[in-house]
C-alpha cells in the first residue's frame, strides 16, 4: 500500500524577511522611478510630496526586509533625492538644514515600516497556531 506524505518543512510560523541586498535593489529602483515620474509629472518642486511619498515606499519595503536593511533603503532613498530631485541636478550635496532631516524620517519611516511587518507576521502567525474553540 501506498502512503502519501507531503514532502516538506511544514508551516512556517513567521514568513523570512527578504533579502538585504532585495531590499536595497527595490529601494534604489523605487525611489528612482518615483522621483522620475514626478519630475515629469512637475511635482518635483515640492520636496516634502516626494519626501512623503519616500518615506511610504521606504516603510512598504521595511514590512519586508530586516531592520538592518532600513539604513541602507532610507540612504538610496535619501541619495536619490538629493541626486535627482533638487538642484543642482546631478551633484551630490548637503544642506545642513535640509538634509538631516530627510534623513530621520526615511530612516524613520524604514524601521516603523519593519516594526510593524514583524508585528503583523508574528501575529498572523499566532492566529494560525492558536487554535479556534468555539463558545458554549
Known amino acids: 500500500m501506498v502512503v502519501w506524505r507531503r514532502i516538506g518543512r511544514g508551516v512556517r510560523q513567521v514568513p523570512e524577511p527578504w533579502a538585504t541586498p532585495l531590499i536595497w535593489t527595490a529601494a534604489y529602483l523605487g525611489a528612482f522611478a518615483l522621483v522620475g515620474v514626478l519630475h515629469v509629472l512637475g511635482f518635483l518642486d515640492r520636496t516634502g510630496l516626494a519626501l512623503l ?8 519595503l521595511g514590512t519586508r526586509g530586516r531592520l538592518t536593511a532600513a539604513p541602507g533603503t532610507a540612504l538610496l ?9 533638487t ?3 546631478g551633484e551630490l550635496s548637503w544642506a545642513g538644514h535640509r538634509d538631516p532631516g530627510w534623513m ?5 519611516a524604514a524601521v516603523v515600516g519593519t516594526a ?8 498572523a502567525a499566532y492566529h ?4 479556534f474553540e ?3
Request: one cysteine or more; glycine letters at 10%; hydrophobic letters at 55%.
Open 53 to 60: 511619498l519616500l518615506s511610504l515606499l521606504a516603510g512598504l
Open 116 to 123: 510593524a511587518g514583524r508585528l503583523l507576521h508574528a501575529r
Open 128 to 131: 494560525r497556531v492558536t487554535p
Open 134 to 136: 468555539e463558545a458554549g
Open 104 to 108: 530621520a524620517c526615511l530612516l524613520a
Open 87 to 89: 538642484e543642482p541636478i
Open 77 to 85: 532613498c535619501w541619495a536619490c533625492l538629493n541626486i535627482v530631485g
